[in-house]
T-cell receptor
Framework: DSGVTQTPKHLITATGQRVTLRCSPRSGDLSVYWYQQSLDQGLQFLIQYYNGEERAKGNILERFSAQQFPDLHSELNLSSLELGDSALYFC???????????FGSGTRLTVV | TQLLEQSPQFLSIQEGENLTVYCNSSSVFSSLQWYRQEPGEGPVLLVTVVTGGEVKKLKRLTFQFGDARKDSSLHITAAQPGDTGLYLCAPGGGADGLTFGKGTHLIIQP
């Protein structure tokens, strides 16, 4: 157990639908990062939150959004889902990011 | 964005053999991190190298940071099936999310 908890572990949904992925960071970590991993694109950074505020954006689509709540857990919202959104979505946390990130076990999203 | 190239992309060897995988860039890094990812799991941090020329050992794994801090290598001695996985490198030291290389898929056959 890495200390970063992601739910659900698996999610199957239809095109056009909306889903929410949840992440609880490791105790004491203020930063949360979201990543998408697909076979052809590798591990792609989506977005970072630090203590409730958006800190950095990567390759995140406009159909995707995220937030970090006062208790530091984070949610990634994916809407108008397309087949190509099928991927593993990882959350990671860190105290500062300079010396390592702790990843959760991921959510496998399948869009049919 | 600091682009990282990892090589080889795929490597399949027999148990007991030695191997080296590489992480290269044209950019200079303040530090570099190596991760191992097993199927269906998130990446796990193995090591962070910080100083140019630095060598760190983790049991049978030896990590080296290039003198110019643009490249790094991971050498595994006497590989075991448990070493199988995706090895990823990423530059550290930034406040933004890590930009990972595409990784080396390593398979150790018994």
């Amino acid at each position: 157990d890495s200390g970063v908890t992601q739910t659900p572990k698996h999610l199957i949904t239809a095109t056009g639908q909306r889903v929410t992925l949840r992440c609880s960071p490791r105790s004491g970590d203020l930063s949360v990062y979201w990543y998408q991993q697909s076979l052809d694109q590798g591990l792609q950074f989506l977005i970072q939150y630090y203590n409730g505020e958006e800190r950095a954006k990567g390759n995140i689509l406009e159909r995707f959004s995220a937030q970090q709540f006062p208790d530091l857990h984070s949610e990634l919202n994916l809407s108008s889902l397309e087949l190509g959104d099928s991927a593993l979505y990882f959350c990671a946390s860190s105290p500062s990011g300079d010396y390592g990130y702790t990843f959760g076990s991921g959510t496998r999203l399948t869009v049919v | 964005t600091q682009l990282l190239e990892q090589s080889p992309q795929f490597l399949s060897i027999q148990e007991g053999e030695n191997l080296t995988v590489y992480c290269n860039s044209s950019s200079v890094f303040s530090s570099l991190q190596w991760y191992r990812q097993e199927p269906g799991e998130g990446p796990v941090l193995l090591v962070t190298v910080v100083t140019g020329g630095e060598v760190k050992k983790l049991k049978r794994l030896t990590f080296q940071f290039g003198d110019a801090r643009k490249d790094s290598s991971l050498h595994i001695t006497a590989a075991q099936p448990g070493d199988t996985g995706l090895y990823l490198c990423a530059p550290g030291g930034g406040a933004d999310g890590l930009t990972f290389g595409k990784g080396t898929h390593l398979i150790i056959q018994p």
